[in-house]
């Protein structure tokens, strides 16, 4: 079964209740898929095996065989082309390896070429973790094909913790897609809301079936309750808001480390959406 | 001559809009005859890119030059294909700018004069946006 872990707002403790679920269960697959910020390996003090290089679709023109007609640039919605005097010109760096430029090109004027956006290392971590994590290089605009060649690694007989990006953009949307199970974790403070509320749509179109943790209980107000009740959202688990639990946070020490009364709770949430998947 | 400066109203008597790639419309005016048009920016709303599409609009206009107050890497690539000449550091309304003009008292940019997204700041636009 594949879990992802997931926000609206970020800094609500996907990466915290990730890793420390990770450690409870223990023996599954680890995802870091937030490859503009990966941090899951200060958790999970992985031993890495390797980097591997991720190469994306560039488009490299033929000037000789361009007839100018200029659907390429219409069509790129990233303006990585333009056509001024009679001359196509590529900027790379903006490009999002869609392939629409070729695809659309009369002449054939556009071949396929690549450049590195990114990296995938893989390693092992204590309690039988396989972990992987995506890094991108600075300046890439998109990270949706790196995290696309991470979700190839999954091996689907295993259990698998996919930590996502914050947000609903592409990334979050590449994560999520097509997994068994998401979690939703927010805080019950008004920005939680608001931005859970915008994730909860993005699942229900991807018709990903999903259940919110409420992180640092104790803080803001009632609403996001209200809202999980008024939606018929399982609230899976709510965490306290806790000093102990920033605290090794900020030494990069998984919570359940420091509080493993919580071991038992997270391997039974995990075991709990197992249930609810069949 | 034919040239386009990026402005934040629609008339003469509007400001330099100091930004390139984002910013609200162009006037394109012939400094001879003060003839003039105002034109929609249609990179504002653009995700990224917005110096290269605002470009490409300027150059398929068939302007020779560009008055702005900041330009960032792209845009002025862009402009140097299609040999558009480019003005930095401009203010004050555009009525003034076109005096300077053509008095040969603006600074012609041959490089970036700030760094890409730079214009996607409204409060300052030297500085990045985090």
């Not at chain 1, 269960?25 to 680890?30: R, T, Y």
């Not at chain 2, 003469?12 to 100091?18: E, G, K």
Request: charged share 25%; hydrophobic share 40%; net charge negative.
């Amino acid at each position: 079964m594949i879990v992802a872990i997931a926000s609206g707002k970020g800094g609500t403790g996907k990466t915290t209740l990730a890793t420390s679920m990770a450690l409870a269960v223990g023996e599954l697959q680890f995802l870091d898929c937030d490859v503009e910020e990966p941090n899951a390996y200060h958790f999970l003090k992985p031993v890495l095996k390797g980097t591997n290089s991720v190469r994306a679709f560039i488009p490299v023109l033929n000037p000789n065989l361009c007839s100018q007609c200029r659907k390429c640039v219409q069509f790129c919605q990233y303006n990585a082309l333009a056509l001024v005097k009679g001359r196509v010109i590529i900027f790379p760096e903006l490009c999002h390896s869609c392939g629409g430029c070729k695809i659309l090109c009369p002449t054939g004027a556009i071949r396929e070429g690549e450049r590195e956006i990114g990296t995938i290392q893989i390693g092992t971590a204590m309690e039988g973790i396989e972990f992987i994590d995506g890094a991108l290089n600075i300046g890439n605009p998109s990270s949706v094909p790196i995290i696309r060649k991470m979700k190839g690694l999954i091996d689907e007989d295993r259990r698998v913790i996919i930590d996502s990006s914050p947000g609903t953009s592409c990334a979050m949307v590449e994560s999520v897609s097509e997994v068994d199970y998401c979690i939703l974790v927010t805080e019950p403070t008004p920005f939680g809301l608001n931005d859970l509320r915008i994730a909860v749509e993005t699942l229900k179109m991807l018709q990903v079936p999903f259940g919110v943790v409420i992180n640092r209980d104790g803080i803001g107000d009632e609403r996001v309750e209200e809202y999980c009740k008024e939606e018929k959202i399982e609230v899976l688990l709510k965490i306290p808001d806790s000093r102990e639990i920033a605290e090794a946070y900020s030494k990069g020490i998984p919570f359940v480390e420091v509080l493993p009364e919580w071991r038992g709770k997270l391997q039974a949430l995990y075991e709990h959406i197992e249930g609810a998947v069949e | 001559m034919k040239i386009a400066i990026t402005s934040s109203g629609k008339d003469l008597n509007s400001t330099v809009d100091p930004r390139f790639g984002r910013c609200s419309y162009f006037i394109i005016v012939d400094a001879d005859s003060m003839e003039f048009k105002s034109v929609d920016n249609p990179a504002v709303t653009a995700s990224g890119g917005a110096g290269i599409q605002a470009a490409q609009m300027i150059a398929d206009e068939g302007v020779e030059a560009v008055i702005t107050g900041n330009v960032g890497p792209n845009a002025i690539r862009t402009l140097s294909i299609a040999g558009i000449e480019v003005y930095s550091g401009a203010r004050g309304t555009i009525e003034d700018t076109i005096k300077l003009f053509k008095e040969g008292e603006l600074t012609k940019a041959d490089s970036a004069t700030v760094n890409s997204h730079a214009g996607i700041s409204e409060r300052d636009n030297t500085r990045r946006r985090w």
